[in-house]
């Protein structure tokens, strides 16, 4: 995407719609007749202009669009209740054989889908004019609510405790931010002296992945505890069953058991079979999936640990995993989301491949206001697209300056993108249609 460097700190990120509409050139037959160079390259900023900035024939110069509006009040993001939602893997599946199969009576996405960098530098004279998108995403059914600075670098971790009304964001520039749900403000910065590599939240511990440690909040207690054994960054935790799982930069998963007797994490084992980083984890119908930068999957069982199966059908580095109903969904740099189904034998095997023009960095369910299951697919070309389920109908995208790396869901249909320069979005389902919203 085009972005102007100088403007990267500049707070205009909140202007969801464009600036002032260009008054019409002046009447006149030759202004009438021709039509400004400049203009067309995107580079005029005479106000009025005397030459047409529209081709021939053109709409009627009276009309204008609708500018974007906030749907909810800037002075904080949480509803009534802070609860965590419901999980994705509850969402219903009513025909297996629907994967990548379009229904409904979606539109599809047209527009020129480039964010105007003289937009984000707030100097864009085009106003509704303007060929290029003056917001930060477009499609139907959601829109920003606010955004959190402070970060200054990537956001590699985003966790909501459920009844809590703090929101924790871990980044590469060596900090944990503690926000407000209610206000919205950063009301504590915790420096781990190190890049986090994930954060996640557990009952009333906050567990944040850093080089050769994972460190331990009791945010109750304000106890802290490190466990070590990791070798090189840890980039993926997830908690099964009673055990706390770590994917490690050297390829092991290791494992720790809490001690409620001595309110301790204690080692509980380790899991070998990868040959490089684990960089995703997840728990789901009694399964550990792991993913790795050996292009590969693994399922191991909770019970005992055993690696039951591994599955090789992706090309590049295995970069994010989740379960929606009876499926397993990977995605990977390789350009594809894959869809694993259970065969006869109980076996992994993919029913369905979505690709992409570009590599995918991050999976996230979610369910729209509607209750519908949506997926949040983050690719490497800056933008995270929504995507109906089962049949992959786009539905939306959304924009940043950099890769959006994290993804987190909260209640009441609100649900967080954190990205390469450190900025934190909050965004909120509607069902309002997007003609309401504008």
């Not at 994967?99 to 864009?124: A, I, P």
């Not at 459920?162 to 944990?176: M, N």
């Not at 919205?184 to 567990?207: D, H, K, R, Y």
Request: glycine share 12%; aromatic share 8%.
């Amino acid at each position: 995407m085009d972005f102007d460097s100088n403007g990267g700190n500049k707070r205009v990120f909140n202007r969801l719609g464009g600036g002032p509409t260009r008054p019409s050139p002046q009447t006149g037959s030759r202004q009438q007749q021709q039509v400004c160079y400049h203009w067309r390259s995107g580079r005029c900023y005479r106000n009025p202009c005397q030459f047409l900035h529209r081709e021939l024939p053109g709409p009627d110069p009276g009309h204008t669009t609708n500018n974007n509006k906030r749907i909810a009040d800037e002075s904080g993001f949480a509803g009534p209740s802070h609860r965590r939602g419901p999980g994705f893997n509850n969402g219903n599946s009513n025909n297996n054989n629907t994967w990548g199969r379009f229904g409904g009576n979606r539109t599809v996405l047209t527009k020129t889908e480039k964010v105007r960098r003289y937009w984000v530098d707030g100097s864009c004279s085009h106003g509704d004019k303007c060929r290029f998108l003056h917001c930060w995403s477009k499609g139907d059914g959601f829109a920003l609510l606010t955004q959190l600075d402070g970060h200054e670098k990537l956001v590699s971790g985003i966790a909501l405790p459920a009844g809590s009304d703090k929101l924790y964001t871990g980044s590469k520039d060596g900090t944990v931010r503690v926000w407000d749900c209610a206000s919205g403000q950063c009301t504590s910065v915790l420096n781990v002296g190190a890049e986090v590599g994930c954060v996640i939240s557990e009952g009333p511990w906050l567990l944040v992945g850093m080089p050769n440690l994972v460190k331990a909040w009791n945010m109750e207690t304000n106890v802290d505890q490190s466990l070590s054994g990791p070798v090189g960054q840890v980039y993926s935790l997830v908690v099964g069953t009673d055990l706390l799982f770590a994917g490690t930069q050297d390829g092991s998963i290791l494992a720790w058991r809490y001690n409620a007797a001595t309110n301790c994490f204690e080692p509980a084992a380790s899991l070998m079979g990868h040959t490089l980083a684990v960089v995703t984890l997840y728990v789901g119908a009694n399964r550990l999936y792991s993913g790795s930068m050996d292009k590969s999957i693994k399922v191991w069982s909770l019970e005992n640990l055993q690696c039951l199966q591994t599955l090789t059908d992706h090309t590049s580095v295995v970069m994010s995993l989740i379960c929606w109903d009876q499926f397993l969904l990977s995605c990977s740099l390789d350009n594809t989301v894959k869809i694993w189904a259970a065969v006869e034998g109980g076996n992994l095997e993919v029913t369905y491949t979505h690709k992409e023009e570009h590599g995918v960095l991050a999976l996230c369910g979610v369910h729209d206001a509607e209750a519908k299951p949506v997926l949040l697919c983050s690719c490497n070309d800056n933008t995270l697209r929504l995507y109906d389920l089962p049949s992959f109908t786009e539905r939306g995208k959304i924009f940043a300056k950099q890769e959006i790396r994290s993804i987190q869901i909260g209640p009441g249909g609100i649900f967080f993108t954190g990205d390469g320069t450190g900025q934190v979005k909050v965004w909120k389902w509607s069902t309002a249609p997007a003609a309401a919203m504008s």
